[in-house]
């Protein structure tokens, strides 16, 4: 059982707010990740990153920024949200080398009024 | 560009038969290639992970095989339960950066008991 989390689980909020969704891992684990994933819809990476101070842009282009500054912490930001960001954001993380299996956590639902 | 299809994208079967899901993908030069499970609502659960040198990985009721050369992978799952209702996705490796999953929409399964 992996042992990634995601805070919060749901979150509903109006436009020009600013969010901060969280991920943790409690692995260990240098590499982690940030998916969107719409109703239906396969998951894009917007964001990975190899260790502490390490951020890059996935193959989808996102609004929303990350930052590294713990192994174990990967938040994600929204500084202005709208109704286009509304969907699910999945965080996940991977150890270097080996199998470099990808371990999920639960996700958020964002919904932007 | 990667792309990545799976057939069918839905399937309803009675509890106990043995089922072959399917996935292609139009680019061979893949690193490894995993299959997930997500449960509504949930994140992903990594069932089974094929490096590029290998040909089939088995893990319980699931056995996955994998085909570089004609971008073709599929996964077994035998003896069908009520339990393994979930929607499966294929997500091969981009190239040869293992950090890049590229998902297909899934294959969305029912299981009836």
């Known amino acids: 059982e992996a042992d990634i989390y995601q805070t919060p689980r749901y979150l509903v909020i109006g436009t020009g707010k600013k969010i901060t969704l969280e991920c943790s891992q409690t692995m260990g684990h240098d590499k982690m990740y940030w998916y969107q994933q719409d109703p239906g819809m396969e998951l894009h990476l917007i964001h990975y990153?190899?260790?502490?101070?390490?951020?890059e842009k996935g193959d989808l282009s996102s609004e929303s920024t990350v930052s590294r500054i713990r192994t174990e912490h990967f938040p994600l930001t929204l500084e202005s949200a709208r109704p286009s960001h509304t969907s699910q954001y999945l965080c996940?993380?991977?150890?270097?080398?080996?199998?470099?299996?990808?371990?999920f956590g639960p996700g958020t639902r964002l919904l932007v009024l | 560009k990667q792309e990545v299809t799976q057939i069918p994208a839905a399937l309803s079967v009675p509890e106990g038969e043995n089922l072959v899901l399917n996935c292609s993908f139009t680019?061979?030069?893949?690193?490894?290639l995993q299959w997930f499970r997500q449960d509504p609502g949930k994140g992903l659960t990594s069932l089974l992970l094929?490096?590029?040198?290998?040909r089939e990985q088995t893990s319980g009721r699931l056995n996955a095989s994998l085909d570089k050369s004609s971008g073709r992978s599929t996964l077994y799952i035998a003896a069908s339960q009520p339990g393994d209702s979930a929607t499966y996705l294929c997500?091969?490796?981009?190239?040869?950066?293992?950090?890049?999953?590229?998902f297909g929409t899934g294959t969305r399964l029912q299981v009836f008991p």
């Open positions: 996940a993380s991977s150890e270097w080398g080996g199998r470099e299996t990808q371990y």
């Open positions: 990153s190899y260790g502490v101070n390490s951020t």
């Open positions: 680019d061979s030069a893949i690193y490894n």
């Open positions: 997500a091969p490796a981009e190239g040869y950066n293992t950090d890049k999953l590229i």
């Open positions: 094929i490096q590029s040198s290998q």
